[in-house]
């Protein structure tokens, strides 16, 4: 009778255990990221939906907002999906991010890009450049834009770039002699990194406000380096202190770009001078620009606990022939009492 009962209670403790669903595989915690609104001339006003500049909401061709859709935006080879709750998710595989054709957005009437992102992971250095094809010619390194301020954004940074195409950065004034079909987006030099583009929109500039003039990040020229500038160059001494936080190098059409970010002080009582230069040596040749190199940067000034230290930053896109294929290094320069002091960056830019 006994061992009936231990049957008979086994067989229970089964029954109850097969209606007992297994407990869920506990989820990865993923840490958020952090974001912070950069501020600028053209602000997204979420409740109205619309971009606004100075306080006056922006009329447009074209405006996508990426509710639960790609909103037909593609990628080449790069990941590229709604994301939730709102937005386009990018993971970067090689650089071009294009737009729907069939824009048929008159130039002349539409001269502003907008597009406001989120940067949740770095890659392979910033790029910032917009292609676009008309009714007339398709894409090509002879026509681009460069945003007003084309800073690298941090990691958790949201920025709204601001592209004016009535000065455009290469072709003026194609833009605003065309018809435009689509438009291609290059953020970085070579993927690699994520972002969350929450709007995109071709928009008309709104009367009586005018938008600044872009800053010390808009493109330059480089130059082969004169033979008495090489000279003076060569016995510079590595800054006190610096850092080339982003560098890269990469093609556009008929030429290439350099993007470099980063900042360098003398570490002094003061420093002596905002000029600095951009250097780009290797197979192709040797090249320098023009470089500003007293940007706002208080988290160097923090660290050091030296005020002059914030007036170091130097951010730039600059404009290069075409070059030959292989391995370039890239340098930044600021003047001092004594002569000029340099920074490296740390790994060598491949132009393939």
């Not at 067989?11 to 595989?25: E, F, G, I, T």
């Not at 993927?191 to 071709?202: C, D, M, T, W």
Request: one cysteine or more; glycine letters at 12%.
């Amino acid at each position: 009778m006994k061992s009936g009962l231990v049957v008979l209670c086994l067989s229970a403790a089964l029954l109850v255990s097969c209606d007992r669903k297994p407990a869920p595989a506990p989820q990865p915690v993923v840490a958020p990221v952090q974001t912070a609104e950069r501020a600028g001339p053209v602000r997204w006003n979420a409740a109205a939906g619309v971009f606004e500049i100075g306080g006056a909401p922006l009329r447009t061709a074209r405006l996508w907002t990426f509710d639960g859709s790609t909103d037909g935006f593609v990628g080449q080879g790069s990941e590229v999906i709604p994301a939730d709750p709102q937005g386009l998710a990018v993971t970067m595989a090689n650089s071009p991010l294009r737009s729907p054709r069939g824009l048929q957005a008159p130039g002349a009437q539409f001269p502003l890009v907008l597009v406001r992102l989120t940067r949740l992971a770095a890659g392979q250095g910033w790029n910032g450049a917009l292609y676009y094809s008309t009714t007339l010619h398709g894409e090509g390194g002879d026509w681009l834009g460069l945003p007003l301020d084309n800073t690298p954004p941090k990691v958790g940074e949201t920025v709204t770039l601001v592209y004016d195409m009535s000065r455009q950065a290469r072709g003026a004034p194609d833009w605003t002699e065309s018809v435009i079909e689509q438009i291609r987006l290059d953020l970085e030099g070579r993927g690699g990194g994520r972002f969350v583009i929450h709007q995109v929109a071709l928009a008309a500039p709104s009367d009586g406000v005018a938008l600044p003039a872009a800053g010390g990040s808009a493109a330059g020229v480089m130059e082969p380096v004169p033979a008495e500038l090489r000279d003076r160059l060569a016995p510079a001494p590595v800054a006190k202190g610096c850092n080339v936080e982003e560098a890269a190098l990469t093609r556009a059409g008929e030429g290439e770009i350099l993007s470099l970010a980063g900042w360098i002080s003398e570490l002094g009582p003061a420093n002596t001078s905002p000029e600095g230069l951009a250097r780009l040596q290797g197979p192709g040749g040797d090249f320098v620009a023009a470089l500003t190199v007293n940007g706002p940067r208080k988290d160097v000034a923090r660290h050091f606990d030296l005020p002059s230290a914030h007036d170091s930053g130097f951010s730039a896109t600059l404009r290069l022939p075409q070059l030959t294929p292989g391995s370039y290094s890239a340098w930044v320069y600021r003047r001092t009492p004594t002569g000029w002091v340099v920074c490296k960056a740390a790994q060598p830019l491949n132009l393939p």
